[in-house]
């Protein structure tokens, strides 16, 4: 007579631990406050024409083109709330398309590089959308 297999207690937890560090192992998003990387005392507001939008959790981001005074162009990314967050404010990916009118305000990363913490964007058909997610952030932009 054939014995079915009972895998005992201590199997069935190896398995468990297995199954879990092989889940963790996948990419990390660190999830971060917005002083940890963003100065409060740096306001951005910029004009510019969409590149590239990522609707990513825990943050999206939105790139765009910003012409500076010498006719050169420098390329933005601006940090949003999560997907969820900014579709809950009537705000989606199909908003933003490629080549897409902006005005992005908010606050400037600590390291000086072309990026930046969205508090708000307002779309060329003059809708505006909050898109901030961090606790600590402020909720206007200066």
């Known amino acids: 007579m054939h014995t079915p297999f009972k895998p005992s207690r201590s199997r069935l937890g190896a398995l468990a631990?297995?199954?879990?560090?092989?889940?963790?192992?996948g990419p990390a998003h660190a999830h971060h406050a917005f002083a940890a990387e963003f100065d409060a005392d740096q306001p951005i507001d910029l004009k510019g024409t969409v590149t590239?939008?990522?609707?990513?959790?825990?943050?999206?981001?939105?790139?765009?083109?910003?012409k500076n005074a010498d006719g050169s162009v420098t390329n933005w990314g601006a940090e949003f709330g999560t997907p969820l967050a900014l579709q809950q404010k009537g705000l989606t990916r199909t908003e933003l398309p490629i080549g897409a009118e902006v005005r992005i305000k908010g606050y400037r990363a600590k390291n000086g590089?072309?990026?930046?913490?969205?508090?708000?964007?307002?779309?060329?058909d003059g809708r505006s959308f909050f898109t901030g997610g961090a606790g600590d952030a402020p909720t206007a932009a200066r």
Do not use: C, E, R
């Not at 590089?113 to 060329?124: E, F």
């Open 17 to 25: 631990t297995i199954v879990l560090l092989a889940a963790a192992g």
């Open 113 to 124: 590089g072309p990026l930046g913490y969205a508090v708000s964007v307002t779309l060329a």
């Open 52 to 66: 590239k939008a990522k609707w990513v959790n825990p943050h999206s981001w939105v790139y765009f083109d910003v």
